[in-house]
């Protein structure tokens, strides 16, 4: 990967852009978080249901915390300290700037730190979160490679910077706005809660 391809990923994604990436787990296709056009954009490109919340991809818990409520000690100690960077998306509440679309209407943000270099510079050069969901249309396939990403959504988006996912599985989703912690998808890091306690995670990769 060419430093060049990052560079134009950072000035295109500033500028209000849509470009598709490599993460750790599968191919990204984002916007900044704070430019509602662009969001509208990127649902429509993906089909998206737009009751339907969309992850976030930050380069640093202060980044993150820039749009949730304060989070709980107990969430950074158990989960941030131990999976960030990494395939843990965590939800939690979120403040009232984050954009009604990225949040599905509700009051929660899935916010995850990647563990891929290519990713995190392209998120710490922009200097805001950008929007992370996998690069298909809504109901296709994810594209864990540069080969499986579609044609026809690769010409709906402004760059599309080439590589390669280290990962290649999902991210494990936690939503931890409620109590216990509930297990929204169970992806390449193991969590398992135990009932009535959610002090009790198990956790393995």
């Not at 290649?168 to 009535?196: H, M, N, Y």
Request: glycine fraction near 8%; charge should be neutral.
């Amino acid at each position: 990967m060419k430093k060049s391809d990052i560079e134009k990923a950072i000035e295109t994604i500033r500028e209000g852009g849509v470009v598709i990436f490599p993460t750790d787990t599968a191919f990204g296709i984002g916007c900044r978080i704070d430019d509602e056009r662009a969001v509208r954009r990127l649902f429509e490109i993906r089909n998206r249901p737009r009751t339907q919340a969309t992850p976030v991809l930050v380069a640093s818990v202060e980044m993150a915390q820039k749009y949730l409520q304060p989070i709980p000690p107990v969430v950074s100690e158990r989960l941030v300290r131990h999976y960030w960077p990494g395939a843990l998306t965590i939800v939690l509440p979120c403040l009232e700037e984050v954009p009604d679309l990225v949040r599905g209407g509700g009051e929660t943000l899935g916010v995850r730190m990647p563990n891929h270099p290519a990713a995190w510079e392209i998120i710490k050069g922009v200097d805001v979160p950008i929007l992370g969901p996998s690069a298909n249309f809504h109901g296709d396939a994810t594209p864990y490679s540069f080969e499986d990403l579609n044609p026809a959504l690769v010409k709906l988006v402004d760059y599309v910077v080439p590589g390669e996912c280290s990962v290649k599985q999902a991210s494990t989703v936690v939503d931890c706005s409620v109590e216990p912690w509930k297990i929204l998808r169970q992806g390449v890091v193991e969590l398992r809660i135990e009932p009535f306690d959610k002090l009790r995670v198990k956790v393995g990769n």
